[in-house]
């Protein structure tokens, strides 16, 4: 903390009252506003808006994580100011004790740099040649210099800013950094074949194609390594990592490096053509700063191995020059071996080109850092009020979001969808647009924004034809049920596709294509030595589905795959991407599901007779609603009977998608409806077995499957749907009354089976008889039953699409709906 009379000063010359000090001063303790709201007695709006004004003196404007960041910042900066103000004004022994005092306050990251820079210089001149610095004038300069430098590293790498069309001013690195981890050697798969890592990854059951295994945290593996290559795929943090590094060497011996060299980032794709010269950049960074005798200190600090030498994106030094570079890069770390240093590049561009170095690779965000960088994203007292962070987690959790989430497995994106959150409070629901842009920045804005010198390739093989390539090879792929393709394989679609296209140079040759967007965009990756994948299967589902709206493929999509739930997500996109058209896609999958039923007698009737029972009931719900209710009913009760025609397993499937469906319906309490049914559904379907059961467990089944409480539980749900007023029967208005008659009907433990099976059979008769139904209706073949269940995902997958769609006309849609669950 700055002292308080240092506070008070800075505080008085930018104007700030008695009581904006005080609020200034709980702030930079750490407090919310309600905390400083209840600290000084005021309302939280009144807090806000005294904080407000402190900001707006010290011209401090926008919001987010870093508006307190840069105060304190700035802060810093005046109380730095102020020391070497001081520092003039007194002899040698006054600045030697200042600098000594400088170390006993941690906290001042500054400070403790300026501390950890002056004591290489007396070092320096306690080697006796450079006793002409031994003055006032010359520790001034230093102290001017370090915090001159700690500025201009924290302005330069320090903040964070990406997407400027979506992000409209940077922030400060700390308060959103999320710690990096480095995947185990051993769950690199180096030399699985495609059919291996297919099997894994199936096996895993989840979505990431990266291998799981043992992870280590990044900075302690930093800390422990004097040589080190951090590899990864575009936009998974390894500049962000590297910034970090130097963020932690700047904190000094109180930082997570617990060192004391000085960090010296420097961006490798600067260096174009001849002129490479490791030691010239780094005289430079310090001769700006204004450093005394900058030769001798460079020359000093690179022989003490008192540098953090950052190189940032080896595979962003331009093709012609990246030889040079690494011969460089490799005689200068022998030269100066006792220095730390660290590289980054691209896996796909990395050759081992280091051999004293130790490569490590990022993995993806797992969950608990994807939830750690939401909470730090979203911040801010607004956010914590309202619990920003925790919705957009919750939302993310959701079974419909998992393609989503995947894609917040990369750093980078993840960014993108808290913007995007951020802006609208919720993610889209047309997700076809959502992962265009996804895949439009790393096709283009990423290397756009990073300035990177595009591979020669690219003078002809513009973007959009990459992304015609691109969803080619991503539907032939999922076409053929495979994630993992070999590199000659791939090779030679693209080939083939480079000779059949009109429009693509006709010089180039795959396997340079495959290099480059490996390299330059990382949409397809290598996950094993000459095996391949895309980077996330999300990107693949999308380009599947741009493939299909492109080549007008359908027909072909619905009559193939309709019910194949692996292209349930290109479906969802593919209805995004037709936009107006998206009708096509929905008529197509209602004629299919009907193909499913049409030619099934019991499926018809019982379709028609949910139609017949729902008829001119309450006018408040959707014909297809009311339909979709009864026909779950009617499930839930062939379920009781599963035990007998031993086809429980698929009716249990048929009975969840049609619940599936019911929860798309507005009608009132339907949700809570079916929860209760569920339980008498278990209840039921136990007694039921008493009929393939040994006599003897027989009774102990049916004594404890019913008591007067299920009897309850049955009239309440009885109840309920009556009072819904979907029903035109008058049969299901009896059937309450007749309930209390069968609690009391209850047979004691010590009747015989026949007596307790007459009992239950009377219950559900009872049942069938409300409904007007027939145990006939609902007895029905395991085939009927998969061609039912069919029929019902068809449809689920028909709503979806419309939620999905853009564009759709109402009309269209009015009359597609008033055909659901009807069968003429």
């Known amino acids: 903390m700055i002292p308080s009379d240092a506070l008070s000063k800075i505080a008085a010359e930018y104007g700030l009252s008695d009581s904006e000090i005080e609020a200034l001063t709980s702030a930079l303790q750490g407090k919310t506003t309600t905390e400083i709201a209840e600290e000084l007695n005021i309302s939280p709006d009144a807090a806000r ?69 002056s004591l290489v210089f007396e070092q320096l001149w306690n080697t006796g040649s450079y006793s002409d610095y031994q003055n006032v004038k010359a520790k001034e300069q230093i102290i001017r210099a370090s915090e001159e430098y700690y500025s201009k590293y924290i302005d330069r790498h320090g903040q964070i800013k990406v997407m400027p069309g979506l992000m409209k001013e940077p922030l400060p690195l700390d308060s959103i950094y999320t710690a990096v981890k480095f995947l185990d050697e051993f769950s690199i798969r180096y030399f699985d074949t495609p059919d291996a890592l297919e099997q894994a990854y199936r096996k895993k059951g989840q979505r990431s194609f990266q291998a799981s295994g043992k992870h280590h945290d990044g900075i302690s593996v930093a800390k422990n390594k004097q040589y080190l290559t951090v590899l990864g795929g ?14 932690e060497a700047l904190k000094g011996p109180v930082g997570q490096l617990e060192s004391e060299q000085i960090p010296i980032l420097i961006e490798l794709k600067t260096f174009r053509g001849s002129g490479i010269d490791l030691k010239a950049v780094i005289v430079k960074e310090f001769e700006i700063c204004g450093f005394p005798d900058v030769e001798v200190f460079t020359n000093y600090t690179l022989d003490q191995g008192r540098l953090l030498i950052l190189l940032d994106g080896l595979d962003e030094v331009p093709t012609h020059s ?56 979203f911040s801010t007292d607004l956010d914590k009020e309202t619990e920003t962070a925790e919705h957009y987690w919750e939302l993310l959790q959701k079974t419909e979001s998992v393609a989503v989430k995947e894609l917040a ?93 009109l429009d693509a140079p006709e010089y180039l040759d795959g396997e340079a294509v495959l290099k480059a967007i490996e390299v330059q965009q990382g949409i397809l990756v290598e996950r094993a030595t000459d095996t391949y994948s895309f980077s996330h299967l999300t990107l693949q589902e999308y380009l599947t589905a741009l493939y299909i709206v492109d080549s007008q493929l359908v027909s072909e999509l619905v009559s193939q795959h309709l019910t194949n739930q692996r292209w349930r997500e290109v479906f969802l996109l593919v ?23 049409n030619e099934q007698p019991k499926l018809c009737n019982l379709l028609q007779w949910a139609d017949r029972i729902t008829k001119g009931s309450a006018i408040g719900y959707k014909p297809f609603e009311k339909r979709t209710i009864s ?91 009556i009072a819904l007023e979907i029903f035109n029967i008058q049969g299901l208005q009896n059937l309450s009354s007749q309930l209390f008659v069968f609690k009391r009907k209850i047979p004691h433990s010590n009747v015989s089976t026949e007596d307790w099976q007459g009992y239950i059979d009377e219950l559900k008769s009872a049942w069938l008889d409300a409904l007007e139904l027939t145990t006939e209706s609902i007895s029905l073949s395991n085939r009927e039953w998969q061609l039912f269940g069919d029929y019902l995902y068809a449809n689920d997958l028909l709503l979806r699409c419309k939620h999905a769609s853009i564009g759709l006309s109402r009309k269209v849609w009015k009359a597609l709906e008033e055909r659901l669950f009807i069968i003429h």
């Open 575 to 597: 209805a995004g991407l037709m936009k107006q058209l998206g009708h096509e896609l929905l008529e197509a999958i209602d004629q299919q599901a009907r193909n499913y039923v």
């Open 49 to 117: 808006k005294r904080l407000g004004e402190v900001y707006k003196k010290f011209n401090i404007f926008g919001k987010g994580p870093g508006k307190l960041s840069r105060l304190q910042h700035l802060l810093m900066s005046h109380y730095s100011k102020e020391m070497v103000s001081d520092t003039r004004q007194k002899e040698v022994h006054g600045v030697e004790k200042k600098l000594q005092d400088m170390k006993k306050f941690p906290a001042l990251e500054i400070s403790s740099f300026q501390g950890n820079v």
């Open 631 to 721: 026909v779950t009913l009617a499930i839930a009760l062939a379920l009781t009977n599963s035990i007998k025609v031993n086809n429980a397993h698929v009716l249990t499937v048929v009975h969840a998608r049609a619940l599936t469906i019911s929860h798309h319906t507005k009608i009132a309490h339907v949700s809570d409806i079916f929860r209760a049914s569920d339980i008498n559904i278990h209840i039921t379907h136990e007694i039921a077995r008493a009929d393939v059961i040994d006599v003897d467990g027989t009774h102990d089944i049916l004594i404890d499957g019913l008591n007067d409480s299920d009897i309850d539980n049955i009239i309440e749900i009885v109840n309920q749907l």
């Open 322 to 377: 990246l030889n040079p570079v690494i011969e460089h890069i490799e005689d200068f770390v022998t030269r100066y071996s006792r220095n730390k240093f660290v590289v980054s590049c691209r896996t796909a561009a990395y050759q081992s080109c280091f051999q004293q170095f130790t490569d490590v690779t990022i993995a993806d965000f797992d969950d608990e850092q994807i939830e750690q960088f939401i909470q730090q994203w």
């Open 409 to 501: 497995q990369t750093p980078l994106l993840l960014t993108f969808l808290c913007l995007i959150y951020d802006r609208e409070q919720t993610l889209p629901s047309n997700r076809s647009t959502l992962y265009g842009d996804a895949l439009n920045i790393l096709l283009k804005e990423w290397s756009a924004q990073k300035r990177l010198e595009r591979d020669p390739i690219y003078e002809g093989f513009h973007p959009a034809l990459e992304k015609v390539l691109l969803s080619k090879i991503a539907y032939d792929s999922f076409r053929e049920d495979r994630l993992f393709f070999s590199k000659s394989n791939i090779t030679d679609r693209i080939t083939t596709f480079l000779a059949d296209t």
């Open 234 to 247: 575009p936009g998974v943090g390894k500049s962000t990592f590297l910034r970090k590094l130097g963020l």
